[in-house]
């Protein structure tokens, strides 16, 4: 495979806590979710992602994963787990022994680019060394949340040994590549969403746009 199209899920259903604000936008429909699994079904060039380690993760995404035969990376917030509507330990579990992946989105949410020392150890390293012993697998690849980075946070990531990172930046990506764009499910996507970012490709513009803006994420700090 020359590229992939990595796919990130937020939230499904019905809401079941209360969200940040603007978090809404990418809260999606079980039919909506439905339909972007069903063109995925038989991609050798999509994966599926989640972040936030919501609650429809385990309740809603599994198993419709499992009767499509899919497998995805669940991304969960280490230090979130157990809050109402979200994963709690035993969920993570099931999501392993379905044989689901599992990564890291932080401790708490926050933005990488805004911490201090003590918080940059917690959303990375604490954040990856308690995963590891709950799912009894090593934690080694993340989501940057928000999709917020700089050289100073791909810098901490490459010190605490990350071995991929994942961005919110859209567009395809190369199989193998540390840092791997991400395109996101949305409150008002339609059944023709995601054949066209699977399939589609986006105008000259457009990819010469994302290729300079991944550059200078890159690059600032």
């Known amino acids: 495979m020359d590229s992939v199209v990595n796919l990130t899920v937020h939230g499904i259903g019905p809401t079941s806590r209360e969200l940040d604000p603007g978090e809404d936008t990418t809260w999606v429909s079980v039919e909506q979710f439905e339909q972007v699994l069903d ?42 787990l157990g809050e109402p509507g979200r994963l709690d330990a035993d969920g993570v579990r099931e999501l392993v022994a379905a044989g689901m992946r599992v990564g890291s989105h932080g401790w708490a949410h926050r933005d990488w680019r805004r911490l ?24 080694s690849r993340v989501a940057i949340p928000f999709g917020s980075y700089d050289r100073h946070v791909l810098g901490r990531l490459r010190r605490a040994e990350v071995t991929r990172a994942y961005t919110s930046d859209g567009g395809r990506a190369r199989p193998g590549t540390w840092l791997q764009p991400r395109n996101s ?24 746009r994302r290729v300079a803006a991944r550059a200078f994420k890159r690059a600032r700090g």
Request: no cysteine; charged share 30%.
């Open 39 to 80: 063109a995925a079904v038989g991609r050798q060039d999509v994966r599926i992602t989640f972040d936030d380690g919501n609650a429809s993760d385990v309740e809603i995404a599994l198993p419709r994963l499992l009767e499509r035969g899919l497998t995805a990376e669940f991304f969960v917030l280490a230090g979130l």
């Open 116 to 139: 201090d020392g003590e918080q940059a150890e917690e959303e990375i390293a604490e954040a990856n060394r308690l995963l590891t012993e709950l799912t009894g697998r090593r934690v």
């Open 185 to 208: 499910l949305r409150h008002d996507i339609d059944a023709t969403w995601a054949p066209q970012v699977m399939d589609g490709t986006p105008p000259l513009p457009l990819r010469v």
